[in-house]
Nanobody, 122 residues
Framework: QVHLEESGGGLVQAGGSLRLSCVAS????????MRWYRQAPGKQRELVAS???????MYTDSVKGRFTISRDNTKNTVYLQMHSLKPEDTAVYYC????????????????WGQGTQVTVSS
C-alpha cells in the first residue's frame, strides 16, 4: 500500500509562483516515474509534467518554460515549481507515481494523490 500526499497549493495572483510537493510513503521499493496532472472545472484531466528514473522530464506545451518538475529520490518526493502563473493554470493538481513495492516482484502499481488546489487570480 502506497500513499501520496500533495501540498503547496493555494491562491496566487497572475504572474506569481507556487511550489507543489508530493511525498510518497508506504511499501516502496522504488519509484520509476512521478507525474503531475491537473483538472480544471469543466475540463478533462491533463498531464502537466513527468519525470522518470533517469531524470528525463516532459511538459505539456502550455507550461513549457514556466514549470519545472524535479525529484528527490531519497525522500520519495516530487516537486512542481510553477512560475508566471496564469488564470488558466487554475485547477486541482494531482500527483501520480508508478511504484515497485517488492525487491523480488518487478510489477509496478499506479498511485494517485488526493489533489491540491491551485487558484490563480487575475
Amino acid at each position: 500500500q502506497v500513499h501520496l500526499e500533495e501540498s503547496g497549493g493555494g491562491l496566487v495572483q497572475a504572474g506569481g509562483s507556487l511550489r507543489l510537493s508530493c511525498v510518497a510513503s508506504g511499501s516502496i521499493f522504488s519509484i520509476s516515474a512521478m507525474r503531475w496532472y491537473r483538472q480544471a472545472p469543466g475540463k478533462q484531466r491533463e498531464l502537466v509534467a513527468s519525470i522518470i528514473t533517469g531524470n528525463s522530464t516532459m511538459y505539456t506545451d502550455s507550461v513549457k518554460g514556466r514549470f519545472t518538475i524535479s525529484r528527490d529520490n531519497t525522500k520519495n518526493t516530487v516537486y512542481l515549481q510553477m512560475h508566471s502563473l496564469k488564470p488558466e493554470d487554475t485547477a486541482v493538481y494531482y500527483c501520480y507515481a508508478e511504484v515497485r513495492t517488492s525487491s523480488v516482484n518487478t510489477l509496478t502499481y499506479q498511485w494517485w494523490g488526493q489533489g491540491t488546489q491551485v487558484t490563480v487570480s487575475s
